[in-house]
C-alpha cells in the first residue's frame, strides 16, 4: 500500500514536486490541515518549504519527521540566505542522514526518517503555542512579531484609536491592534482578518469580547459579507512565507477601499519608506500624516 504524501508551503515544483494529492500543511494557506493534525507515523513523504525562522523551522521540521512512517522520506529546502546553509546540520541533529544538492540558490536537504528520531520533543516544545509574559498575550513562533510588540504597531495605538462603529483589523497578527480597538465602547463590531492560522488562534486565546469576529483569510481575497465599514485599522504586511512582496501592502490598501462605507476611515502605520501616501491617492478622497518618528508614519485616509 503506497503511503500518503504532505507538502508544507509552496516550494518550487521543479525543485521538490509533490504530488496532486498531497495534503497541504501550511499556516499561511485557508484550509490547509495543520500540521499538528497528522497522525504520527502515518506518511509516506513530506516536501517542506523550511521557515526562515529557527524556532519555527525546527518546529515544523520536528512535526514533519514526527508524521513520516519508518522508511518515509522528509524533503527540505530552504533559500541559502533563509535558513537553507542550516538546514543540513538541523536535520543531522534529529539523526537524519542527509544529502544535500545546491539549486538556484536553495539548499535541498532529503533524508529518510531515522530510527531513533532525537530532539523532536524539544523542537516540538519551543515551537509551540505560548503565553508571552512580556505582552500578555498567547502567541506562537513564525507569527509577525511573535514575541515582542512591534514599535509600528506601539505607534499606531498610542494614544489609543478614537474609532467608531463596525470595523475591521487587516493582518490582526496575536490581537494587539483589535484589543486597542474594543477598548473604546463606540466600537459595536471588529472584525480581525490574518492569513496565518497560528496567528488567528492566537488572538482567539487573548480576545474574549462577543463584537470580535476572528476569521483566517487571504485579504488579496474579499472575506465574505464583509462592507459598508466604517472603520478599518491596519499595520499592513510586506512579508510572506519568508519574502518580501510590497504589493501586499498596496493590496490591503485597495481591499480597504472596497470594503470601507463612504466617509469611513482608515488607519494605518508603515515604515516611512514605503510609498503608501501613493496607494492612499489613488483610492481616498482625503489623506493625511497623523504623526511620524522611529522610522515609522502613522497615515489616516477618508473613502
Known amino acids: 500500500m503506497t503511503l500518503p504524501e504532505a507538502i508544507y508551503g509552496r516550494p518550487a515544483a521543479e525543485l521538490a514536486a509533490a504530488g496532486p494529492e498531497a495534503t497541504q500543511l501550511s499556516p499561511l494557506i485557508p484550509g490547509a490541515t495543520p500540521i499538528e493534525h497528522l497522525a504520527t507515523g502515518t506518511l509516506g513523504r513530506i516536501v517542506v518549504a523550511a521557515p526562515a525562522g529557527t524556532l519555527e523551522r525546527r518546529y515544523v521540521l520536528a512535526h514533519a519527521l514526527r508524521a513520516l512512517a519508518p522508511g518515509g522520506v522528509l524533503v527540505a ?3 541559502k540566505d533563509r535558513g537553507g546553509s542550516r538546514l543540513r546540520k538541523e536535520m543531522e541533529a534529529f539523526g537524519c542522514a542527509v544529502q544535500e544538492t545546491a539549486r538556484r540558490h536553495q539548499r535541498l536537504c ?3 526518517r531515522p530510527d531513533p528520531a532525537v ?3 524539544a523542537a516540538l516544545d519551543v515551537g509551540a503555542p505560548c503565553f508571552v509574559e512580556t505582552m500578555g498575550l498567547w502567541s506562537q513562533p513564525g507569527v509577525f512579531s511573535w514575541d515582542r510588540l512591534d514599535p509600528g504597531s506601539a505607534l499606531l495605538i498610542d494614544p489609543a484609536p478614537d474609532l467608531a462603529g463596525r470595523g475591521a483589523d487587516f493582518g490582526c497578527g496575536v490581537g494587539v491592534l483589535a484589543l486597542a480597538c ?3 465602547p463606540q466600537v459595536t463590531d471588529l472584525t480581525l482578518i490574518d492569513i496565518d492560522r497560528r496567528a488567528v488562534e492566537a488572538a482567539a486565546r487573548n480576545i474574549d469580547d462577543p463584537r470580535a469576529t476572528i476569521l483566517q483569510a ?3 481575497d474579499a472575506p ?3 462592507s459598508d465599514l466604517d472603520f478599518v485599522i491596519m499595520n499592513p504586511a510586506f512579508h510572506l512565507a519568508g519574502g518580501e512582496d510590497r504589493g501586499l ?3 490591503f490598501v485597495a481591499r480597504a477601499a472596497k470594503m470601507l462605507r463612504r466617509g469611513g476611515l482608515l488607519r494605518l502605520v508603515a515604515n516611512v519608506a514605503l510609498p503608501y501616501e501613493s496607494y492612499l491617492a489613488r483610492d481616498f478622497s482625503r489623506t493625511a500624516l497623523v504623526r511620524r518618528t522611529g522610522g515609522y508614519k502613522v497615515l489616516e485616509a477618508i473613502r
Open 77 to 79: 529546502l530552504a533559500p
Open 110 to 112: 532529503v533524508s529518510p
Open 119 to 121: 530532539g523532536l520533543d
Open 182 to 184: 474594543l477598548a473604546s
Open 218 to 220: 487571504d485579504l488579496r
Open 224 to 226: 465574505p459579507d464583509l
Open 249 to 251: 501592502g498596496d493590496a
